[in-house]
T-cell receptor
Framework: GESVGLHLPTLSVQEGDNSIINCAYSNSASDYFIWYKQESGKGPQFIIDIRSNMDKRQGQRVTVLLNKTVKHLSLQIAATQPGDSAVYFCAETPYSGGGADGLTFGKGTHLIIQP | KAGVTQTPRYLIKTRGQQVTLSCSPISGHRSVSWYQQTPGQGLQFLFEYFSETQRNKGNFPGRFSGRQFSNSRSEMNVSTLELGDSALYLC???WGRGNEQYFGPGTRLTVT
């Protein structure tokens, strides 16, 4: 079946640098995308979402970019901090109008912040 | 306000047994979804309930079932446990479609 994937299982960056985590999806019907952060021993934590009628959305220190032409999603984290160390997942759902039911998750990227 | 709670947090069962996991959503949330997380398969959708009705179901065998009560609390049941059922089972709640999901801490199930 169709799935959402991430390009890199691990990404190591220096504290204070910007991080970019990428995700490719294959379901052209996807219309709602979410980034989650999961720390060890915890459930996924919502970071930011974007709907298919947008190509960019900004939050606090995070930006999500959506390129529907190549089915690519990215998460940019500005000025990474030690607390940003976690596994990051992208997720998508094809339900029109958005909706988090039946999310399809990518495999995750482990972001490591080096001092 | 209180987040999504899941009980128990840890569970050890033997093959062939059955298990019931519980999830209490955030107050006011009517949608509850369940996910299985394993190192090999990652996060996979099990099923979703809204107003006591199963609206959506992932690709899991019939041994996996669930229900939702009138207060939106949900339970999932796994019968005839297999070693491969060892996983972190996550519950997420939301207001409904079009709204972000909030995850609980999960129940770590180990099948021996």
């Amino acid at each position: 079946g169709e799935s959402v994937g991430l390009h890199l299982p691990t990404l190591s960056v220096q504290e204070g640098d910007n991080s970019i985590i990428n995700c490719a999806y294959s379901n052209s019907a996807s219309d709602y995308f979410i980034w989650y952060k999961q720390e060890s021993g915890k459930g996924p934590q919502f970071i930011i979402d974007i709907r298919s009628n947008m190509d960019k959305r900004q939050g606090q220190r995070v930006t999500v970019l959506l390129n529907k032409t190549v089915k690519h999603l990215s998460l940019q984290i500005a000025a990474t901090q030690p607390g940003d160390s976690a596994v990051y997942f992208c997720a998508e759902t094809p339900y029109s109008g958005g909706g988090a039911d039946g999310l399809t998750f990518g495999k995750g990227t482990h972001l490591i912040i080096q001092p | 306000k209180a987040g999504v709670t899941q009980t128990p947090r840890y569970l050890i069962k033997t093959r062939g047994q059955q298990v019931t996991l519980s999830c209490s959503p955030i107050s006011g949330h009517r949608s509850v979804s369940w996910y299985q997380q394993t190192p090999g398969q990652g996060l996979q959708f099990l099923f979703e309930y809204f107003s006591e009705t199963q609206r959506n179901k992932g690709n899991f065998p019939g041994r996996f079932s669930g229900r939702q009560f009138s207060n939106s609390r949900s339970e999932m049941n796994v019968s005839t446990l297999e070693l491969g059922d060892s996983a972190l089972y996550l519950c997420a709640s939301s207001w409904g479609r079009g709204n972000e999901q909030y995850f609980g801490p999960g129940t770590r199930l180990t099948v021996t």
